[in-house]
């Protein structure tokens, strides 16, 4: 069903809904040392009765107290205030872990289960399902893309109203009139997350291929259903489910998205740290696409709290088709793939489209930033120098080294346009610009929607004359 790199994990950076923010903390690499902004979640989490006093006075020492009176001295009573703020902060980040545990129980249920199957007078149609009552209108056409009968498999990420799916596809040649030489059927599942969907791609190709031999038989797909409805396996710690699912001989589809657009890719980070309404066309395999749509996803990870605070969420929606166009009509920020030509002619429910290599914008607006500057060629030679100094001789995986790239350049962004902002006279001048890692004069465009994007308010101290 391909190679094995096309089936990687998605890493679970996605928003956490209604749970409080992680905080951020710094990782110093003793042999690289390298300043890393990391979830709390990463470090581990902190319970009751692990490293915790049972009272604040077991917190004070003997020698904190008067040898004559017996009464708290100055320091012991800053000891006692430090271990009482200590412990509400433990317990604080105690209920957020368990709040933050409990969402990601939730998310890991496997909601639905089905099979798709193409009728050569009806079209695609949904064969089977469980539950029997889910609405899974318009899933048929989602987990078969159009085109995908000039291919033997595929597999496909899609949304479905608030819900994920992945779908495996395949068709095989048969000796019938009736269905016209060729048989071909998806068997896909749906869930709140995207980010635990790749644990079943296995068991997904494998039925989709008994599926083909044998038609009507659902046994499998009833027990699968019966056991997995509620949690999915405990997984182990993040770095480990990447190396099982991505290994490192392997090129990942984040390293082949990097390959695939090269520097255009910085031109790509710019929109989606926008939130633009970004469209990825490409006839079938559609597998690899999705990976390009969840890629797009990552370039514009932010690990602050409070910048994305009031935007609408930027989400993949992977796989879309002429059914979506409603839905993508009232979308204000999205990134999502089709195998659809037609949607190229539909212009108002986009502001940026890739085809193939070529990423381009009917807005007259945005064309200054389909420009590649000076520091956008310096921002990729640092992530190909990254990437080839630290894969294989650390811990990260190729997909984590990506990831981790973009948010720590979103971060050093962000950090200083809110360090300006929260300054006496507000103002951004060229040495902060330079210090972001942008370009004073190329990127004065972006920098301006960066600001206007986000809400952040600071004065552009930057001469302008000489630009363009």
Known sequence: MGEQSDRSALLDWEEVADVEEPSLTTEVNENSPRATTVSSRALGSTVPGTGWSSSPKEAVSSELTSLYTGVLTEKAVSSWVWQNECDQQKGRQYVTNRRDVEWRRQQDQVLAVFVVTFDTRSGNMLEWCL??????????????????????????????DSYFGLACFANLPVESELERGVRMKSVGILSPSYTTLYHHMAFLENQVRDQLRCPGQYCALESFFDQKKGLLPARTARNNVAALSTPKHFVTPEMKFVQFFGEQIMVLWKFSLLRRRILIFSPPPVGEVCYRVYSCCALANV????????????????????????????????????????????????DIYVDNQNVQTHRESLQPLLRITSSDREKYKKLQEKRKR???????????????????????????????????????????????????????????????????????????????
């Open 131 to 160: 539950p029997q009552d889910f609405n899974l209108d318009g899933v048929e056409f989602k987990s078969m893309a159009s085109g995908s009968h000039r291919i033997a498999s595929d597999f496909v990420y899609f949304r479905k």
């Open 390 to 468: 630290l894969v294989g001789h650390s811990s990260y995986t190729e997909e984590e080294l990506f990831t981790l790239f973009f948010s720590e350049l979103n971060t050093k962004i962000f950090q200083t346009l809110l360090e300006v902002a929260s300054s006496v006279d507000r103002a951004l001048t060229e040495v902060h610009v330079r210090r972001m890692g942008l370009d004073p004069q190329a990127d004065h465009k972006f920098l301006v929607y960066i600001l206007e994007t986000y809400g952040i308010d600071v004065m552009l101290m930057i001469d302008t004359s000489c630009c363009f």
């Open 303 to 350: 690990p602050l709290p409070s910048v994305s605070r009031g935007l609408p969420p930027f989400r993949p929606f992977f796989y879309v088709n002429v059914n979506d166009i409603h839905t993508l009509e009232t979308e204000l920020s999205y990134v999502a793939c089709t195998t659809e030509r037609i949607f190229e002619e539909k212009k108002h429910l986009f």
